[in-house]
């Protein structure tokens, strides 16, 4: 039995629209997993880094997915 090869895909027939779904899913982990408080320093200054709005509220997600957050 043959086994069939495996087809590859260039970069530039990836729709655009994927590639922004990807760029929104990127960020979402980044803010998930990894945010200390940067993405709101530009809207609430230093109390947004000092208070961890994002870290607080994706606490417990972050443990469920498995980053370390301590």
């Known amino acids: 039995m ?3 090869a495996a087809s590859s895909v260039a970069l530039r027939d ?4 994927a ?5 929104v899913v990127v960020a979402f982990v980044y803010a998930i ?3 200390q408080g940067l993405l709101l320093r530009a809207f609430l200054g ?3 880094e000092a208070n961890n ?3 607080e ?5 972050r443990h469920l997915l498995g980053f370390p957050c301590h």
Do not use: Q
């Not at 990836?14 to 629209?17: D, E, M, N, T």
């Open 2 to 4: 043959e086994v069939p």
């Open 33 to 35: 997993g990894y945010d």
């Open 46 to 48: 230093n109390l947004a």
């Open 53 to 55: 709005y994002l870290h």
């Open 19 to 23: 590639w922004l779904v990807l760029a």
């Open 57 to 61: 509220f994706f606490h417990d997600g």
């Open 14 to 17: 990836v729709p655009l629209w």
